[in-house]
């Protein structure tokens, strides 16, 4: 599958789970409307699905800053990953 197929699978996840999601050319944006503060470090993101050297260039769910997220056939762990650091919750 491609990046764009899986972004957008990851998309549907993470809409069932109420977040709002935009898929666009520049990735999938997310955004938790739920987190109730303004200045949360954390309250939306945009992922990219990419290959990952690490992993004999398999495609990764990647955060804006570079994190990998989880490898793009385990959409369900990446839709974990993502609620968790747009709870708003500080870690």
Not at 27 to 45: A, E, I, M
Not at 52 to 59: F, I, K, P, S
Request: glycine share 8%; net charge negative.
């Amino acid at each position: 599958m491609t990046p764009e197929v899986r972004l957008a699978a990851l998309a549907a996840h993470l809409a069932a789970r109420k977040l709002d999601v935009q898929l666009d050319s520049d990735g999938l944006r997310v955004r938790n409307p739920h987190v109730k503060s303004c200045c949360t470090q954390h309250t939306g993101d945009t992922i990219s699905c990419r290959t990952r050297d690490e992993d004999g260039a398999g495609l990764w769910y990647f955060t804006s800053w570079g994190e990998p997220i989880a490898p793009a056939d385990r959409v369900t762990d990446a839709a974990v990953f993502v609620l968790g650091y747009l709870s708003g919750d500080e870690r």
